[in-house]
């Protein structure tokens, strides 16, 4: 009985000769309706390539170098907007996230060869 039933295509739905609407926002700027404003640690992490963990470290530290949103719950947040415009200026994110941190590295060792 189930081989009897036909649904024919809904011409609404059919979106194969429109042309890419996330990528025509995105391109006209106005990609904002399809995502949040606000940026919430997990959404920060992944723009920046980071962990959660490297980004409460920082922002323990006081040197994430993006200013968070005021308070209006525990969660921390940040403009989405504000974020692009920094990367946008200030080169990629992981210039901004190891701006003024020294790197790990072998220690320095001196061997006896007299100077």
Known sequence: ??????????????????????????????????????????????LLRTSRTTIERRRRERSFPFPELPAIDSRPRWSRRVVEQMLTAGGSAMHLMTFGRRRAGRPVTRTGGGV
Do not use: H, K, V
């Open 1 to 46: 009985m189930n081989a009897d039933l036909y649904c024919p295509p809904t011409p609404d739905l059919d979106t194969s000769d429109r042309p890419n609407t996330n990528a025509t926002d995105a391109a006209n700027g106005t990609a904002s309706s399809f995502t949040s404003d606000i940026l919430f640690i997990n959404d920060m992490a992944r």
